[in-house]
């Protein structure tokens, strides 16, 4: 078994309705390391994201997370798919924070965080809660745990939804977008804690247009347009001088 915190990509393809928007794609991503994935809209970004975690089933390639196979299995020389039992006992590897939150609002902050080690990991509710509370005060929100979802700013949710993905103690953090349904005054409160995060050595894949973040925080910045990587290296240095006129022209428009 490979390093916790590994992630490898394999000549990933992924078509919808006869579009491939995935292309073959090949990434690895070291114990650790902060990738940020960057592109205009719809060049696959978001899709890799999902077929990581097996959201999305791969048409042809495969992906592994800390050395093992996601959602398939090998049997007779091929590979065959997983049962949803034991995909979903993988998925637990790789923390998933979407760009809309995904918060259960009928649940506060606090049981949100708990919800997936009581019910999926069977941990005992005194432990879960000391331990929710514990990334809850780790996200800024200590103060919080008793609110609803509803009860709290767009920045707000989404550290609670961070909290919450770290509960379940995954090898590797993936983003998608986490602030691009933000108010520009609550992106910074998010950034600060991804920071934070890849400060104390959490692996982690983000698919963001935040360039300042990718400069700065960023190991790896990978630049995707129509399903397929373009670029891929240093993150200051493929963000300050790319070697892609097609990289080039995108960060252009954007910073």
Do not use: W
């Not at 975690?53 to 592994?64: I, K, Q, S, T």
């Not at 910074?188 to 698919?207: F, H, I, K, P, Y």
């Amino acid at each position: 078994m490979s390093a916790r915190g590994s992630l490898v990509l394999r000549g990933i393809r992924k078509s919808f309705a006869g579009t491939e928007v995935l292309r073959g794609i090949d990434l690895e991503v070291a114990p650790g390391e902060v990738v940020c994935l960057l592109g205009p809209s719809g060049s696959g970004k978001s899709t890799l994201l999902r077929c990581v975690n097996h959201l999305e089933r791969v048409d042809a390639g495969f992906v592994l997370v800390d050395g093992i196979l996601v959602g398939y299995e090998p049997r007779g020389g091929r590979l065959h798919e997983s049962s949803e039992k034991d995909t979903a006992r993988l998925r637990r590897r790789m923390g998933m924070v979407f760009q809309h939150f995904n918060l259960f609002t009928h649940l506060s902050a606090l049981d949100n965080v708990m919800l997936g080690p009581v019910r999926v990991l069977g941990r005992d509710a005194a432990d879960a809660e000391r331990d929710a509370r514990a990334l809850l005060a780790r996200v800024g929100l200590k103060d919080h745990a008793g609110k609803r979802p509803g009860r709290l700013s767009g920045g707000q949710q989404q550290r609670v939804a961070i909290a919450r993905a770290l509960a379940m103690d995954p090898s590797v953090l993936l983003f998608d977008e986490p602030t691009s349904a933000l108010d520009p005054e609550l992106v910074g409160e998010v950034l600060a804690v991804m920071r934070d995060l890849a400060g104390q050595g959490m692996t982690m894949v983000v698919v963001t247009h935040e360039i300042g973040f990718a400069q700065e925080v960023a190991d790896t910045a990978v630049f995707m347009d129509g399903g397929v990587i373009v670029e891929s290296g240093p993150a200051r240095r493929v963000l300050s001088s790319p070697s892609s006129a097609r990289t080039a022209e995108f960060l252009a428009h954007v910073l």
